[in-house]
């Protein structure tokens, strides 16, 4: 099984900003995926096993930037001019058989336990 350790939630203010980094026990493809009080999961981003390849919700397109360091397999969500409607519950995920982009949950086979962002306006 893939470890899947998150850190770097918190609280900010709108137009602030907040950077999660998701340390994995291997080299996968990753995502990012948030979930919101009351609402189902949803896809945020996406990064290929090389990190040459992204994707994103159109929500957070222009805002939020994934990246990953090969180097000590961390993943990273670089979350900028962030709004209230942002708040959830954020979690990163692996996939281990697949080199691709994944935009569904079903495509991840591996998550972590979730780290808290709060944006206030």
Do not use: H
């Not at 770097?8 to 080299?27: D, E, I, K, M, N």
């Not at 222009?62 to 519950?89: C, H, W």
């Amino acid at each position: 099984q893939v470890r899947l350790v998150e850190s770097g939630g918190g609280s900010v203010q709108a137009g602030g900003s907040l950077r999660l980094s998701c340390a994995a026990s291997g080299r996968y493809a990753m995502g990012w995926f948030r979930q919101a009080p009351g609402k189902e999961r949803e896809f945020v981003a996406a990064i290929n096993w090389g990190g040459s390849t992204t994707a994103y919700a159109d929500s957070v397109k222009g805002r939020f930037t994934i990246s990953k360091d090969n180097a000590d397999n961390t993943a990273y969500l670089q979350m900028n001019s962030l709004k209230p409607e942002d708040t959830a519950v954020y979690y990163c995920a692996a996939r281990r058989l697949n080199f691709g982009l994944g935009r569904t949950l079903y495509e991840y086979d591996d998550w972590g336990q979730g780290t808290q962002v709060t944006v206030s306006s």
